[in-house]
């Protein structure tokens, strides 16, 4: 166990974790050139080729021969380095004794790099602070202040700061003698009895379910029969291994070791992120403590487009929720579109990248609704319940007040765009809480926030309006009384309810306007008049028609008395009313996403 090390890499998005990792790979030998088709090879997520980004925590084990001449076993979670996937980051802080703090030599400290930090400070874990990127041009004047900034951060001295390139390779060697130096080898006695910690776990059509943990203490053998304490099943071990850029099969894993286990799970409910294993007869005292429960912060509904499909969809669902478990689902109806889930989320790009998993990886084709945020409310006759749809808001005479949750968000800007940022909180309903500055043109401002107003486009419009310099990170901080109201959609005198929302009151007249004149476009054109409504309770705010497809009846009357046409007017007339009662109106895809795209 001594020749063990276990660490992971955190940092910003962006800021050079994956091609770090590749370089960490390549010199250990764990990947030749050959196998190195592509930059980001433990990114093997198309999506995260595409994006650039780190979706999912990767493990990877690799053998290093240190200059002391020993041998050591290195095992390395790379993690993703978005505000939404924190809770991936959480998972793998869990198993790891140390982490390597990555800073871009140009960017310098960012709102995720302090978040991450504070994450790896809480589980006790070492920290190596690397400064990445040192080759580029712009470097050469920024990395003094950057030195500053990590000291002012974790208090460590300058000399202890790893100066590195991951792209041109520089400074590897250092990298990894320091892990073997710093980070201390994992705690644990094999002669225990097992305990271990699940950190991941994927779906395999043919093995079932593959559990991916880190044990703490006791040895896992192939035959063993095991307990998941959360769930109290039991499984027969078929298969244990360690994770190298395939599974790699041993036999066991022991104390202080990453690994992964097969044993014929086919009941997904069965193995829950953050459970803990140990032997059926010879169990341990008690189960691992201090792993995070996933708390979603933005919710919407996932209906299959086909209601046929609804059954598909659940287990896609459930096989997502086995390699995420940040998602929560649960079943939900809508008149406008049936049967589906009602999602949580924990930010609108998870939501994003969770949808685009169900088309490509599931073949799924589905509608989503709307995303909105859970509320408390507050009945007259003393009754509290929370909500994450805005269907189930009771009848405004019953509700003594609504609630909703505010944000604690942390914005490193370029002081530039100080005006700009404040503007766009202000707009959005937020109010000021520090200003610091990290150095004379960098600026840490900490906002109290609505999280209804940031779930939307709050994140593109900061990276926009600061030419993309500005970070955000954010964390949940309580639930604030608002002036809350249920915005309704009325198509054709039908209220839709999986276009409705609750909005604040100020802003519920201009919402309600920009969506219905959204909606006129996306919404087809019939044979007789639609009309699109806002509402608030009874009262209509806001309304714009889609005009008839018309006939030309009176092409045949080229001649005659004016009554002739007016009968055929007339006749028409009557027609349309006749079918705007019984008529039915397809709504499209995009029209249930409109409100995402409206403009401030």
Not at 381 to 405: H, K, V
Request: proline share 4%.
């Amino acid at each position: 166990m001594d020749n063990f090390r276990n660490f992971c890499i955190i940092a910003h998005i962006d800021h050079g974790k994956s091609t770090l990792a590749d370089c960490l790979l390549m010199k250990t030998g764990r990947v030749t050139e050959r196998e190195m088709v592509t930059n980001q090879i433990l990114d093997n997520n198309p999506l995260e080729q595409e994006r650039g980004i780190t979706i999912k925590l990767h493990a990877i084990q690799m053998n290093y021969k240190a200059n002391d001449g020993k041998d050591y076993v290195l095992n390395l979670i790379d993690t993703p380095g978005h505000v939404d996937f924190s809770y991936e980051v959480s998972r793998s802080l869990a198993a790891c004794e140390g982490a390597l703090l990555i800073v871009d030599a140009t960017q310098g400290i960012e709102a995720q790099t302090i978040s991450n930090l504070y994450l790896a400070i809480e589980h006790n874990l070492e920290i190596i602070p690397v400064i990445n990127k040192i080759d580029l041009p712009s470097a050469e004047t920024t990395i003094d202040s950057v030195k500053k900034q990590i000291i002012d951060l974790i208090g460590c001295k300058e000399e202890e700061i790893l100066k590195v390139s991951a792209k041109k390779a520089i400074g590897i060697d250092e990298v990894l003698e320091a892990i073997v130096e710093k980070i201390p080898p994992p705690v644990g006695d094999p002669n225990k009895p097992l305990r271990a910690l699940i950190y991941d776990s994927i779906f395999d059509s043919y093995r079932g379910v593959i559990v991916n943990l880190r044990v703490f203490d006791g040895v896992l053998r192939e035959n063993d029969k095991i307990l998941f304490m959360a769930t109290d099943m039991a499984y027969e071990v078929e298969e244990v291994g360690i994770m190298h850029m395939k599974r790699h099969r041993t036999g066991e894993i022991s104390a202080g070791n990453v690994g992964y286990l097969t044993a014929s799970i086919r009941n997904l409910q069965d193995t829950k992120v953050g459970d803990t294993v140990t032997h059926f007869k010879n169990r341990c005292a008690e189960p691992i403590a201090g792993f995070k429960v996933v708390k979603p912060m933005v919710f919407s509904g996932i209906y299959p487009a086909d209601a046929d499909d609804f059954e598909d969809l659940r287990e896609a669902i459930a096989k997502l929720c086995l390699n995420d478990s940040a998602i929560t689902y649960e079943p939900e109806t809508s008149s406008a579109l049936g049967f589906g889930f009602r999602c949580g989320f924990l930010g609108l790009l998870h939501m994003e990248i969770v949808q685009e998993r169900l088309e490509r990886e599931f073949n799924q084709t589905i509608v989503t609704t709307v995303p909105n945020v859970r509320y408390n409310i507050k009945k007259q006759i003393g009754e509290e319940f929370f909500i994450d749809n805005p269907a189930q808001l009771p009848n405004p005479g019953e509700i003594e007040e609504i609630q909703e949750p505010y944000i604690k968000a942390q914005t490193i800007t370029p002081s530039e765009f100080i005006g700009n940022i404040m503007k766009l909180c202000m707009d959005r309903r937020g109010s000021i809480l520090n200003t610091h500055y990290l150095s004379a043109d960098r600026v840490d401002i900490t906002w109290e926030l609505p999280l209804a107003e940031v779930v939307f486009d709050f994140y593109d419009k900061l990276k926009s309006i600061s030419r993309g310099y500005a970070s955000l990170d954010y964390e949940f901080s309580g639930y604030r009384e608002g002036d809350l109201v249920k915005l309704d959609i009325l198509i054709n005198g039908e209220p839709v309810d999986a276009l409705s929302s609750i909005v604040h009151r100020s802003k519920a007249y201009d919402w309600g306007k920009k969506l219905c004149t959204k909606l006129k476009d996306l919404i087809p054109r019939q044979m007789f008049e639609v009309a699109i409504q806002a509402a608030i309770g009874a009262k209509v705010i806001a309304r714009t028609n889609v005009k008839a497809m018309r006939k030309n009846v009176l092409a045949k009357c080229y001649g005659g008395d004016i009554s002739r046409k007016r009968k055929l007017l007339e006749k028409q007339k009557e027609g349309k009313k006749r079918m705007k009662q019984v008529g039915n109106i397809e709504i499209p895809q995009e029209a249930f996403l409109a409100v995402l795209s409206i403009d401030d």
